[in-house]
């Protein structure tokens, strides 16, 4: 005799007490849905969003690198070599005859009679050994630690270099620069964007909540910053930096520039949630309750709508990366010896440089490579935002 065919649920064979424990299972799960925070039911959601679950690993880690900056990287950002000039990468060799010991092959280099330009080679009868936690050049891990311990790098440090991503025009590791210029993007990054936060916040919510002639010379303001070419107003505003400004002073100052200009998106965001709950009976009980209209705003009504806030913030921080960069490069933003991802394209301007090191671009795959994970993480977070959704 053949089975009964059933779309799904405990089938009557089963017998009661399988029904009744599948039922019971359904039933604690509804509950567990029910009473799930808003904070549980975004996380469930962005679990299954598995893209953007994979950036956010991505970007926790680029982070963790800016953190750990003088750790990870082999040398100093300053640290150079002149000996070495546009050095070619080296590949990582983590084996020898069969035995673990991780080297990198030296290097041998002729010098052109004419140009006096140098050419490298890899010697492969010559290795350069390479150890983990090695001693180094000292620097402050967080700021405040001394150390002088290194993730990698080679075992003798007054001996031949290690560039596993090339070297540059003054024979500095690029690998090691570009670690260091994690540290300054990405604070730029998340600096910036908590002053677009406060800026968009304030001024968006009081456009929203209050309306009138309020919202609309708000809104009038936003629109006119729009209107003008992003670029050019960066420009505009960097350009009143003093030049003997200090590297910190300027650093600030770019946040600051790319700040007053970023904080438009937020804005209009911020007004349209103000806009849509303030006729909504707990704000309406609010009101009745004595509670003042600051309070009401950003006690009763801002949480409502701080998980979507988020969400856009992480879509912000991308924008003032390349804003970063891109004033870096073409010389307006930060200098050298301040290294940023924008200060080490730089040298990319020069083609005849990157006809020869094409390798001093790769900062700029590191800024792909971030902008990506955080579009794709931002996304992620927007969606899961909102977990009563289809």
Known sequence: MTQPFTTGGPSPLDGPG?????????????QELALASQWKLIWWGFKKHRLAFVCGIITVLIYLVAVFAPFLAPYSSSAHNADYTYAPPQGLNLFDDGSFSPHVNGYTYEQDPETLALTFT????????????????????????????HLIGPKDYDGQPMYLLGADSNGRDVLSRIIHGTTVSMSIG????????????????ISG??????????????????????IPLWMALFAA????????QRYFALTVVISLVGWVGMAREVRGKFYAVRSDDYVTAAIADGAGQTRVMFRHMLPSFTSHII??????????????????????????????????????????AVSTAPWILIPGIAVVITVLAMNFFGDGLRDAADPYKN
């Open 311 to 352: 969400a856009n913030l992480s879509l912000s921080i991308p924008t003032i990366i390349l804003a970063e960069t891109a004033l870096s490069f073409i010389g307006l933003g930060l200098q050298p010896p301040t290294v940023s991802w924008g200060v080490l394209l730089q040298e990319a301007q020069n083609i005849r």
């Open 190 to 205: 998340l600096v910036g964007v908590l002053l677009s936060l406060f800026l968009g916040v304030v001024l968006g919510g």
């Open 209 to 230: 909540y209050f309306g009138g002639k309020i919202d609309t010379a708000i809104q009038r303001l936003i629109e006119f910053i729009i209107a003008i070419p992003t």
């Open 18 to 30: 399988l029904a009744a424990d599948a039922e019971s299972a359904l039933d604690r799960d509804e």
């Open 122 to 149: 890899l010697d492969e009868e010559s290795t350069v050994p390479i150890g983990f936690f090695v001693k180094g050049e000292e620097y402050k891990l967080l700021g405040f630690i001394p150390w002088d311990r």
């Open 241 to 248: 930096v003093p030049d003997g400004w200090s590297q910190i």
